[in-house]
């Protein structure tokens, strides 16, 4: 399939590369001309807006930021929803509400454009290696045309319905649990540090533990490693629980685990973290308790 990749993030560069190999025709589309230049070197074409996207494309991949992100690159004035032809799928990867969803259904329908609501899991490693999870919702022609993309970048696609919505329901439950559970990793991996614990020690200990998670595991060796490069920053996850609180808050729903865990990755952020990758939300125990971090290694 000849397709668009829009966002060549930690995972969009990964996705993109995994439809590469698959062997697909791959167009990213990233403001950074580095990231540009890499995809470039890795086999793909860019541009570096939307409106640059050729005209002919089968399907195009969202994998910015936000729903605000997402609604300019497609209706914005450098947008590329008027570029494309009625039938080009348009797989939505990025966490957004669920009315959001709905909405983007909406609007690309009035131009012929098929959607999924096919947020995604599983990190930059598994976008790199073509086995993130896909939540997806959408109508069967959608779901028909998407399936080659599918393919190249899932281990696995759960079909959640015949419209938006769902896909973006689910992962908002996923989402309040991944920060949670990040948030709670570093609380422990802090307080083993303070009461004078090795942490590596506690980190092998605790993964061989019942107290283990996929977010302990996944995280904590970048605190252990002192690289705060951001697989996925802080303030992915300011935005994504603030996405779960606001759709709780309006079905009259407490979430206080959900509300504690986004005040700290606030705090990381207003402490000047938020680019950083969310396991460093440890240093607002840092700075509070004012316990030793690992420092990088060599």
Do not use: Y
Not at 264 to 286: C, H, N, P, Q
């Amino acid at each position: 399939m000849k397709l668009a990749v829009i966002g060549l993030g930690s995972m969009g560069m990964g996705a993109a590369q995994s439809l590469l190999r698959a062997g697909h025709d791959v167009i990213g589309c990233e403001m950074r001309a580095e990231v540009r230049d890499a995809f470039i070197a890795a086999g793909g074409h860019a541009v570096a807006s939307p409106d640059a996207l050729p005209s002919d494309l089968e399907a195009v991949i969202l994998l910015v930021v936000n729903a605000a992100q997402a609604e300019a690159v497609l209706f914005g004035p450098q947008g590329c929803v008027t570029r494309l032809a009625p039938g080009t799928v348009v797989l939505n990867c990025v966490t957004v509400a669920a009315e959001r969803a709905v909405e983007l259904e909406r609007r690309l329908a009035e131009s012929g454009l098929p959607m999924l609501d096919a947020p995604v899991s599983g990190g930059s490693k598994a976008a790199a290696e073509g086995r993130m999870s896909v939540m997806a919702s959408g109508s069967p022609e959608a779901f028909a045309t998407a399936e080659p993309v599918l393919a190249a970048i899932a281990a696995k696609v759960w079909r959640l319905g015949d419209r938006a919505g769902p896909g973006s329901t689910v992962k908002m439950v996923n989402q309040l649990l991944a920060g949670v559970h990040i948030a709670a990793a570093a609380e422990a991996l802090a307080l083993g540090i303070r009461a004078g614990a090795d942490p590596q020690t506690l980190f092998d200990v605790i993964s061989a533990s019942a107290g283990s998670s996929w977010m302990w595991q996944n995280r904590v060796p970048h605190v252990l490693a002192g690289d705060d490069t951001p697989h996925s920053a802080v303030n992915i996850f300011v935005k994504d629980l603030g996405i779960v609180l606001d759709a709780a808050r309006g079905m009259t729903f407490p979430l206080p685990l959900a509300a504690a865990a986004h005040q700290l990755f606030l705090a990381a952020a207003a402490g000047g973290d938020g680019g950083s990758d969310d396991a460093f939300v440890i240093r607002v125990w840092e700075r509070l308790a004012k316990i030793p971090l690992p420092e990088k290694k060599d």
